[in-house]
T-cell receptor, first 111, second 114 residues
Framework: GENVEQHPSTLSVQEGDSAVIKCTYS??????FPWYKQELGKRPQLIID?????GEKKDQRIAVTLNKTAKHFSLHITETQPEDSAVYFC??????????FGRGTSLIVHP | ETGVTQSPTHLIKTRGQQVTLRCSSQ?????VSWYQQALGQGPQFIFQ???????GRGNFPPRFSGLQFPNYSSELNVNALELDDSALYLC?????????????FGPGTRLLVL
């Protein structure tokens, strides 16, 4: 089955800095890679996703890159703000439509 | 709001008891997946239901079972509860049939087993 590794487990940055979270996956059949943000006590919310036919996708301060050859994808957040503080999960899924999640990265943005 | 609802929000049970959790999918969605999220961990896939049939199952024992109803809502049943079953249980709905269709999560049910 699919295995998704996510790093780092904790990331602490100053407000205004950039943050990068990296994930690797094992199943070459995976073709959809969503990223979720989960604030304390709340449900995971989709923030951005990318499909395997695209190498990069951007939405305002958030971008995701995908390297299919190396089987890794990354989340980039620029100009971080305190409200970006949360746990971020990457996931990978194939034609079975069942995503496998990483263990999460706790992002802390210091004012 | 995504439209996925779950009930109850919190539940306390004792070891050996049985529990039923409920999920209503977002309008237009036909697939419901259930996840277990232990503290500090990512969601772990339990199973998925599509057209009232189990469509895939993760590494969970048979005492975890489920149902999907004609209106696409779903139940998760856990028998013979164990202390390690304490977790946040999330359901997510999606539209099956398109590769990688996004899953939208409900608010979860927090289960505590004493």
């Amino acid at each position: 089955g699919e295995n998704v590794e996510q790093h780092p487990s904790t990331l602490s940055v100053q407000e205004g800095d950039s943050a990068v979270i990296k994930c690797t996956y094992s199943d070459s059949a995976s073709n959809y890679f969503p990223w979720y943000k989960q604030e304390l006590g709340k449900r995971p919310q989709l923030i951005i996703d990318i499909r395997s036919n695209v190498g990069e996708k951007k939405d305002q301060r958030i971008a995701v890159t995908l390297n299919k050859t190396a089987k890794h994808f990354s989340l980039h957040i620029t100009e971080t703000q305190p409200e970006d503080s949360a746990v971020y999960f990457c996931a990978a899924s194939s034609h079975l439509y069942i995503p496998t999640f990483g263990r999460g990265t706790s992002l802390i943005v210091h004012p | 709001e995504t439209g996925v609802t779950q009930s109850p929000t919190h539940l306390i049970k004792t070891r050996g008891q049985q529990v039923t959790l409920r999920c209503s999918s977002q309008s237009g969605h036909n697939t419901v997946s259930w996840y277990q999220q232990a503290l500090g961990q990512g969601p772990q896939f339990i199973f998925q239901y599509y057209r009232e049939e189990e469509n895939g199952r993760g590494n969970f024992p048979p005492r975890f079972s489920g149902l999907q109803f004609p209106n696409y809502s779903s139940e998760l049943n856990v028998n013979a509860l164990e202390l390690d079953d304490s977790a946040l249980y999330l359901c997510a709905s999606s539209l099956y049939g398109r590769a990688g269709e996004t899953q939208y999560f409900g608010p979860g049910t927090r289960l505590l087993v004493l």
